[in-house]
């Protein structure tokens, strides 16, 4: 037989970058490539007691069929909670559960564009969302990221020169690969510029609750007086990322359309663990639970960056986080990035070139991704020791 | 703000249908509407033992990222149970674990269809399935179901004529709705048709684990030595469909692609389900469970049977059922169907209209169906008596 697959799914190849990217789950690999959250960061032992309490008093609830819109306690729960403690969600608003946040990327696009349509997003951003836009045959246009956040002339420009833009893609915190969290005032210009093209605002924001330095900067949908943003939120990164849970924030007419297709792609999130979620916000306190989280990925990101002070500095320059789970390292223009990323696998290291964010991987770009989250301390000495070694070479 | 919405979210409309149903959920109400499995099928104590030693001896599995395909031992082990019991699955086909089986017809679209391509699919059908290929925007063609299956000489017919068919669907053991199941005859006829044509099959079989009469007819994917077939299983009907776990076995390119898709659409699923699912079948006796559950729904069907047999006979006609959750249940052609079914939920008795299923919603119906799994004895008595009323009305 001979395959023919449709045309929105045979542009998504597996690129050079990919095939790096397999290497990383070689035994005796180091990996600084992932995105995982610290596994001392999970509440193991809530999850459990929940868990036993839930299948002991009421199993029928967790294991039978559930509504497409969520369970309903954990959408009244985390509506009053993004209102109270983020000032987000307004009378016009609606929330969905979803099977994680990235499924919330897959029904707004699913739900707001046709083939052929435009999506503005940061260049680099979240490979992730990247290509769920583009599963959709969309046409990607990436949008420059200063120091704090996306450019908003070249945004401005974009906006009057592109035709048919659905919606602006933006991680405002922490951002993904960069780390760069947009500053108040383009957050309020962004959404100007959203309200006067008439466009929706798409913003992810999976890493806001873990600003472990800094002052918190409040989220865009908290200024929308007018219905044109859709929030995504996550319980992946504050609980567990295996259980597959988030949400949308958005108006009810989007979130009505997002349920239609929810309906039809998996009928409803796991609801054993929409209960948990639900069960671990009303019993234990999530607000020293977050603290809790800050605190080790404070102490992981400083060893990181230490790290790369000793063994990388000077050649390699990175903006110092605040927040997220990644550091965004920069080697001098001369050096092939792509070869020191082979080069730093081969000497069992694994790092995500920058191309892999890039609207056009094939773009030149100088930069690597280094995540602190999900290596021991011991991984993050040893490897950075080897990375040292290999930067001395250039 | 002026919300558009993508042409193929726009076409799927809350119909006159969906409004009636929305009543099924009011107090008071018995439902035959249902498609939920009965509660006392779930093997609730066995989940409890599960979760718990898994959150004791090893939480961090069931609570990180995990990868696209699936929990690994979990697809090994579906791999070798299906080529054992079911001769599904060969050297060139891979199996990939899904958010349930819905995800299975969702990603196969996506896959496989442009929009404006055609599929194939027995009319009435599962209503879920038809709205998952709409929301790509392909045209349905829908093929009539004799009492033993697809009406094959307008499958060929339809096969000649349309134009760019991707791929044929069928559920071909206790349809949903209609309860037919699919000869061998006629197995092997959509099999050499779909080769002839070089068409897809989509085989869908939520409900051939729970026949409960009569011979078990084998699947069409293990007649598959061309790698045609792509086969959707489910976890839902025989574990629990609030867990969301699901499968695909079709050839290693075709789940390359449903890979691709699942990946940007939700990263993975649950894992801790998953994990149980494993479990599940690994430390228990999975065909004596089957044996149980083949047992309640033997029994509740009976009992629907026979009470449609005294209160609704001779009016009503219905083709007894062998297994699967459902009756189709046909009223005499003079009769309003969808009036009956109003009047019904003003009885507070909840049916599905026919029209529900079909391809063409407005065309003319004189089915409706009726589903004993959900409702206990009690309510299946005391809904017939409530129909049984309105019958004699007719």
Redesign the interface.
Known sequence: ?????????SK?QPSAIREILKFTAMPGIISFA????A?EA?P?RE??EI??RI??ER????????ITEGYTPLRARMKEYMKKSHAVGREFDELIIT??A??V??LTT??????GDTILCESPSFI?SL??F??YNVKLEGIPVDSDGMNMEALEQALKTEKNV?FIYTIPNFQNPSGVTMSLEKRKALYALAKQY?V?ILEDNPYGDIRFKGEHIEAIKSMDE???VVYAGSF?KVL?????VGYAIA?R??IA?LT??K???????????QIIADEFMEHYDFESHLKRIREIYLKKSTLMMQLIDRHLAPKITYQPVEGGLFIWCKLPEAVNMMEFCKNAVQNKVALVPGNAFLIDESEKCSYFRVNFSTPTDDQMIQGMEILGGLVKQL
């Open positions: 037989m001979n395959y023919i697959f449709s045309d929105k799914i998504l992932a995105g995982n959250p596994p999970f193991s999850v459990g868990s036993a299948l002991e199993s029928i609830d967790a294991l039978q069929y559930s099977s994680g990235q499924q990327m897959d699913k739900a707001l564009c046709n083939e992730g290509n769920s583009r599963s659905r008439q929706m007018d219905g044109i992946s567990s990322p295996g259980l597959r108006p007419e989007v359309k239609v297709c309906q039809v792609s998996d009928v409803h999130t796991n609801i054993f663990a």
